[in-house]
T-cell receptor, first 110, second 112 residues
Framework: GQQLNQSPQSMFIQEGEDVSMNCTSSSIFNTWLWYKQDPGEGPVLLIALYKAGELTSNGRLTAQFGITRKDSFLNISASIPSDVGIYFCAGNSGNTPLVFGKGTRLSVIA | TAGITQAPTSQILAAGRSMTLRCTQDMRHNAMYWYRQDLGLGLRLIHYSNTAGTTGKGEVPDGYSVSRANTDDFPLTLASAVPSQTSVYFC???????????FGDGTRLSIL
Protein backbone atom coordinates (compact mmCIF):
# COMPACT_ATOMS: atom_id res chain seq x y z
CA GLY A 1 0.00 0.00 0.00
CA GLN A 2 0.91 3.66 -0.10
CA GLN A 3 3.48 4.77 2.46
CA LEU A 4 4.43 8.23 3.68
CA ASN A 5 7.78 9.07 5.19
CA GLN A 6 7.60 12.24 7.30
CA SER A 7 10.67 13.94 8.73
CA PRO A 8 11.95 14.97 11.11
CA GLN A 9 10.20 12.97 13.84
CA SER A 10 10.70 15.78 16.34
CA MET A 11 12.21 19.25 16.52
CA PHE A 12 13.24 21.59 19.31
CA ILE A 13 13.64 25.19 18.15
CA GLN A 14 14.05 28.64 19.62
CA GLU A 15 11.15 31.08 19.40
CA GLY A 16 11.57 33.21 16.28
CA GLU A 17 13.32 30.53 14.24
CA ASP A 18 11.99 29.16 10.98
CA VAL A 19 10.94 25.51 10.74
CA SER A 20 10.84 23.13 7.82
CA MET A 21 9.40 19.61 7.64
CA ASN A 22 8.67 17.33 4.71
CA CYS A 23 6.95 14.21 3.50
CA THR A 24 7.78 11.80 0.73
CA SER A 25 5.52 9.18 -0.77
CA SER A 26 6.20 5.83 -2.38
CA SER A 27 3.62 6.66 -5.05
CA ILE A 28 2.16 9.66 -6.86
CA PHE A 29 -0.46 11.67 -4.98
CA ASN A 30 -3.20 13.96 -6.31
CA THR A 31 -3.70 15.72 -2.99
CA TRP A 32 -1.35 16.76 -0.20
CA LEU A 33 -2.67 18.05 3.12
CA TRP A 34 -1.00 19.39 6.25
CA TYR A 35 -2.65 19.12 9.68
CA LYS A 36 -1.73 20.31 13.18
CA GLN A 37 -2.74 18.53 16.36
CA ASP A 38 -2.78 20.29 19.73
CA PRO A 39 -2.65 18.20 22.92
CA GLY A 40 -5.98 16.54 23.73
CA GLU A 41 -7.57 17.55 20.44
CA GLY A 42 -8.08 16.17 16.98
CA PRO A 43 -5.96 17.23 13.99
CA VAL A 44 -6.98 20.47 12.31
CA LEU A 45 -6.42 21.17 8.63
CA LEU A 46 -3.78 23.85 7.94
CA ILE A 47 -3.22 23.77 4.19
CA ALA A 48 -4.58 21.73 1.25
CA LEU A 49 -2.66 21.34 -2.03
CA TYR A 50 -4.18 19.95 -5.22
CA LYS A 51 -1.73 20.65 -8.05
CA ALA A 52 1.91 19.72 -8.67
CA GLY A 53 4.12 22.74 -8.02
CA GLU A 54 1.41 24.55 -6.06
CA LEU A 55 2.72 26.83 -3.30
CA THR A 56 0.16 27.95 -0.72
CA SER A 57 0.46 30.14 2.37
CA ASN A 58 -1.67 30.42 5.48
CA GLY A 59 -0.26 33.22 7.63
CA ARG A 60 3.25 32.21 8.68
CA LEU A 61 2.80 28.75 7.16
CA THR A 62 3.78 27.87 3.60
CA ALA A 63 3.40 24.47 1.95
CA GLN A 64 4.31 23.17 -1.47
CA PHE A 65 3.13 20.25 -3.60
CA GLY A 66 6.28 18.77 -5.13
CA ILE A 67 6.73 18.70 -8.90
CA THR A 68 7.20 14.91 -8.87
CA ARG A 69 3.88 14.61 -6.95
CA LYS A 70 5.68 12.35 -4.49
CA ASP A 71 6.63 14.95 -1.90
CA SER A 72 5.51 18.02 -0.01
CA PHE A 73 7.04 20.37 2.54
CA LEU A 74 5.70 22.70 5.21
CA ASN A 75 7.58 25.78 6.40
CA ILE A 76 6.75 27.84 9.48
CA SER A 77 8.38 31.24 9.68
CA ALA A 78 9.22 33.12 12.89
CA SER A 79 7.93 30.42 15.22
CA ILE A 80 5.95 31.33 18.35
CA PRO A 81 5.10 29.23 21.43
CA SER A 82 1.60 28.38 20.17
CA ASP A 83 3.16 26.59 17.17
CA VAL A 84 3.89 23.71 19.55
CA GLY A 85 2.11 20.52 18.53
CA ILE A 86 2.26 17.57 16.17
CA TYR A 87 2.18 18.28 12.45
CA PHE A 88 0.91 15.59 10.07
CA CYS A 89 1.17 15.36 6.34
CA ALA A 90 -1.46 13.36 4.47
CA GLY A 91 -2.18 12.55 0.88
CA ASN A 92 -4.05 10.37 -1.49
CA SER A 93 -4.63 9.56 -5.14
CA GLY A 94 -8.02 8.98 -6.71
CA ASN A 95 -10.88 8.08 -4.38
CA THR A 96 -8.84 6.28 -1.77
CA PRO A 97 -8.80 7.35 1.90
CA LEU A 98 -6.00 9.63 3.03
CA VAL A 99 -2.68 8.15 4.08
CA PHE A 100 -1.06 9.95 7.03
CA GLY A 101 2.58 10.43 7.92
CA LYS A 102 3.69 9.55 11.46
CA GLY A 103 3.92 13.21 12.44
CA THR A 104 6.55 15.79 13.40
CA ARG A 105 6.46 16.83 17.05
CA LEU A 106 7.44 20.50 17.33
CA SER A 107 8.63 22.08 20.57
CA VAL A 108 9.33 25.82 20.76
CA ILE A 109 11.64 27.15 23.44
CA ALA A 110 10.82 30.68 24.50
CA THR B 1 -21.59 24.47 14.30
CA ALA B 2 -21.03 21.18 16.15
CA GLY B 3 -19.07 19.47 13.36
CA ILE B 4 -18.08 16.03 14.60
CA THR B 5 -19.05 14.79 18.05
CA GLN B 6 -17.42 11.75 19.63
CA ALA B 7 -18.58 9.99 22.77
CA PRO B 8 -17.45 9.10 25.31
CA THR B 9 -14.45 11.41 25.80
CA SER B 10 -12.64 8.68 27.70
CA GLN B 11 -13.36 5.19 28.97
CA ILE B 12 -11.70 2.48 31.02
CA LEU B 13 -12.82 -0.98 30.00
CA ALA B 14 -12.13 -4.47 31.27
CA ALA B 15 -10.58 -6.88 28.77
CA GLY B 16 -13.19 -9.12 27.17
CA ARG B 17 -15.97 -6.56 27.43
CA SER B 18 -17.62 -4.98 24.42
CA MET B 19 -17.72 -1.26 23.73
CA THR B 20 -19.19 1.02 21.08
CA LEU B 21 -17.59 4.38 20.36
CA ARG B 22 -20.05 6.87 18.96
CA CYS B 23 -19.45 9.41 16.20
CA THR B 24 -21.96 11.87 14.80
CA GLN B 25 -21.46 14.60 12.22
CA ASP B 26 -23.85 17.36 11.23
CA MET B 27 -22.12 18.49 8.04
CA ARG B 28 -23.90 16.00 5.73
CA HIS B 29 -20.52 14.61 4.69
CA ASN B 30 -20.63 11.47 2.60
CA ALA B 31 -17.44 9.85 3.88
CA MET B 32 -16.54 8.96 7.47
CA TYR B 33 -13.50 7.32 9.05
CA TRP B 34 -12.16 5.80 12.24
CA TYR B 35 -8.49 6.08 13.19
CA ARG B 36 -6.45 5.00 16.15
CA GLN B 37 -3.48 7.07 17.27
CA ASP B 38 -0.60 5.47 19.13
CA LEU B 39 2.70 7.05 20.13
CA GLY B 40 5.21 6.86 17.30
CA LEU B 41 2.74 5.30 14.88
CA GLY B 42 0.71 8.33 13.83
CA LEU B 43 -2.88 7.90 12.68
CA ARG B 44 -3.83 4.47 11.40
CA LEU B 45 -7.09 3.91 9.56
CA ILE B 46 -9.33 1.23 11.07
CA HIS B 47 -12.47 1.37 8.91
CA TYR B 48 -14.08 3.89 6.62
CA SER B 49 -17.34 4.52 4.81
CA ASN B 50 -17.57 6.27 1.45
CA THR B 51 -21.31 6.78 1.78
CA ALA B 52 -24.24 5.63 3.90
CA GLY B 53 -24.77 1.90 3.58
CA THR B 54 -21.17 1.06 2.62
CA THR B 55 -18.06 0.36 4.69
CA GLY B 56 -14.47 -0.61 3.96
CA LYS B 57 -11.46 -1.94 5.84
CA GLY B 58 -8.49 0.27 6.58
CA GLU B 59 -4.96 -0.56 7.65
CA VAL B 60 -5.81 -2.10 11.06
CA PRO B 61 -9.40 -3.46 10.98
CA ASP B 62 -9.02 -6.63 13.06
CA GLY B 63 -11.01 -6.61 16.31
CA TYR B 64 -13.23 -3.73 15.19
CA SER B 65 -16.52 -3.46 13.32
CA VAL B 66 -18.49 -0.50 11.98
CA SER B 67 -21.88 0.24 10.51
CA ARG B 68 -23.23 3.19 8.50
CA ALA B 69 -27.00 3.06 8.70
CA ASN B 70 -27.36 6.77 7.89
CA THR B 71 -25.27 9.76 6.79
CA ASP B 72 -24.70 11.25 10.24
CA ASP B 73 -23.63 8.31 12.42
CA PHE B 74 -20.64 5.96 12.22
CA PRO B 75 -20.26 3.86 15.39
CA LEU B 76 -17.16 1.75 16.03
CA THR B 77 -17.59 -1.48 18.02
CA LEU B 78 -15.03 -3.54 19.87
CA ALA B 79 -16.73 -6.92 20.36
CA SER B 80 -14.24 -8.28 22.89
CA ALA B 81 -11.67 -5.70 23.94
CA VAL B 82 -7.99 -6.60 24.38
CA PRO B 83 -5.24 -4.50 26.04
CA SER B 84 -3.57 -3.81 22.66
CA GLN B 85 -6.64 -1.81 21.73
CA THR B 86 -5.72 0.79 24.33
CA SER B 87 -5.39 3.94 22.23
CA VAL B 88 -6.88 7.29 21.32
CA TYR B 89 -9.60 6.88 18.70
CA PHE B 90 -10.47 9.63 16.26
CA CYS B 91 -13.49 9.85 14.03
CA UNK B 92 -13.32 12.02 10.90
CA UNK B 93 -15.54 12.96 7.99
CA UNK B 94 -15.15 14.54 4.56
CA UNK B 95 -17.44 15.67 1.76
CA UNK B 96 -16.09 12.81 -0.34
CA UNK B 97 -13.18 10.38 -0.01
CA UNK B 98 -10.76 12.64 -1.89
CA UNK B 99 -11.56 15.78 0.12
CA UNK B 100 -9.88 17.01 3.34
CA UNK B 101 -11.06 15.32 6.51
CA UNK B 102 -12.45 17.03 9.61
CA PHE B 103 -11.68 15.35 12.92
CA GLY B 104 -13.48 14.96 16.22
CA ASP B 105 -11.68 15.49 19.53
CA GLY B 106 -11.09 11.79 20.13
CA THR B 107 -11.98 9.07 22.62
CA ARG B 108 -9.24 7.93 24.98
CA LEU B 109 -9.79 4.21 25.61
CA SER B 110 -7.90 2.13 28.15
CA ILE B 111 -8.33 -1.65 28.23
CA LEU B 112 -7.23 -3.30 31.46
Amino acid sequence: GQQLNQSPQSMFIQEGEDVSMNCTSSSIFNTWLWYKQDPGEGPVLLIALYKAGELTSNGRLTAQFGITRKDSFLNISASIPSDVGIYFCAGNSGNTPLVFGKGTRLSVIA
Amino acid sequence: TAGITQAPTSQILAAGRSMTLRCTQDMRHNAMYWYRQDLGLGLRLIHYSNTAGTTGKGEVPDGYSVSRANTDDFPLTLASAVPSQTSVYFCASSVNTNQPQHFGDGTRLSIL
